[in-house]
Each structure stands twice: as C-alpha cells, then as structure tokens.
T-cell receptor, first 113, second 116 residues
C-alpha cells in the first residue's frame, strides 16, 4: 500500500496563478482532510470531506476550493494564488471521523512569489 | 471552535532524562487527543493517542495523561534518546458539528532537543 500520496512535492507560483494539489489514498478511508503548516503555527485545517461528493470548510478555508469526485482522491485548488498562501500543505485521511488515526501524506511545499 | 495551547515551544533535555510536554484545550466536548511527531522535512506521524474515557495510556517509553476536569493532557517521554529529537504536536478533536466530522485542532508544536 502506498498510503497517502500527494502531487506535486514542490511548486513555485506567481501571484494570481492557479493550481491544483492532488491527494490520493489507497486505504479505502472515508474521511480526507487538507491542512496547511506554517512556521510556529502548527497545522491548520483548510477543508475536509466525510465521503465521496461531500466537502466542508475548516478553520482557514478562504482562497481555497476542494473537490472529492472519487473516494480515493481529494483535490485542493488555488484559483488566484497569493504570497500568504506560501506554505507546506498536508493531506490526511482517516477511516472514520471520530477518534480514529489520521494518516498524513508527505506534503507539498508551495511558494507564491 | 476548539483551541489548543501547547507548552513549551522548545525543550532541551539530556539524553536519558525525561521530557514532558503539556497541552490544554478549550472544548469540553473534545473526545480524542493524539500526539504527532514530525522530523525535519517529513510528515507528522502518530506516536500515541488517548480517548476521553481513559485517563492514561502507555506505550514503552511514551505515555500520555488526560485530565478532563482541567482540560489538559500531557506527553511523557522517559529515557530519552537522540532519535527522539523532533517537533511534537498535540491535537484535539471536538464533538460532531452539524452532522459532519471536524478535523483535528493542533497545538503549535514543541521542538524537543536531546543533548548528548
């Protein structure tokens, strides 16, 4: 099993450009999450999904959109990138939502110039 | 929403000594408290977790305690080794909101340094 994978690993964007980050999991997990990690801030939840076709906002959703068209994939989109979105993005998944381990992907380092 | 405070931000201990990291949370309905270890440039990995119906859990050199009344939980690492050097994050998950499942709320992390 590959677990949770993320594509790409690194990306540099110019302000105003758009991009999509892909998260894939092969553990048949129902729940998937997108977090961002900034120095000294820990990880903060952007959006999450409790199943195929569903999405919900987390703590810091502004400037991001997500889609869960297939159970195994969770996409994070930036329509018009801003320097404040420079961060490391982690995807995670879990079997259910309550009291179960979240497995993290390797992260995507995004720089917006 | 949930708020998690973590202390200290940096902790330096001698190899072989014990390390304790403390977290407090605000939502009394929170029921799941995991601890993650993150090495430089790597993904967070779960090292231990505790559920709200348990006061203490131990796994070899690592233990976690939970005080629901005071709304705080702690990570204890005994007989520290060089490979314990990393950033440790506590987290809490609240009760369901609107029928959905919230993600974890993380503390800001503790950089644990093991001095040889």
């Amino acid at each position: 099993n590959a677990g949770v994978t993320q594509t790409p690993k690194f990306r540099v964007l110019k302000t105003g450009q758009s991009m999509t980050l892909l998260c894939a999991q092969d553990m048949n997990h129902e729940y998937m999450y997108w977090y961002r990690q900034d120095p000294g801030m820990g990880l903060r939840l952007i959006h999450y999904s409790v199943g195929e076709g569903t999405t919900a906002k987390g703590e810091v959703p502004d400037g991001y959109n997500v889609s869960r068209l297939k159970k195994q994939n969770f996409l994070l989109g930036l329509e018009s990138a801003a320097p404040s979105q420079t961060s490391v993005y982690f995807c995670a998944s879990s079997y259910t939502g309550r009291r179960t381990e979240q497995f993290f992907g390797p992260g995507t380092r995004l720089t917006v110039l | 929403g949930e708020n998690v405070e973590q202390h200290p931000s940096t902790l330096s201990v001698q190899e072989g000594d014990s390390a304790v990291i403390k977290c407090t949370y605000s939502d009394s309905a929170s029921n799941y408290f995991p601890w993650y270890k993150q090495e430089l440039g790597k993904r967070p990995q779960l090292i231990i977790d505790i559920r709200s119906n348990v006061g203490e859990k131990k796994d070899q050199r690592i233990a976690v305690t939970l005080n629901k009344t005071a709304k705080h939980f702690s990570l204890h690492i005994t007989e520290t080794q060089p490979e314990d050097s990393a950033v440790y994050f506590c987290a809490a998950r609240g009760a369901y909101s609107g029928g959905g499942a919230d993600g974890l709320t993380f503390g800001k992390g503790t950089h644990l340094i093991i001095q040889p």
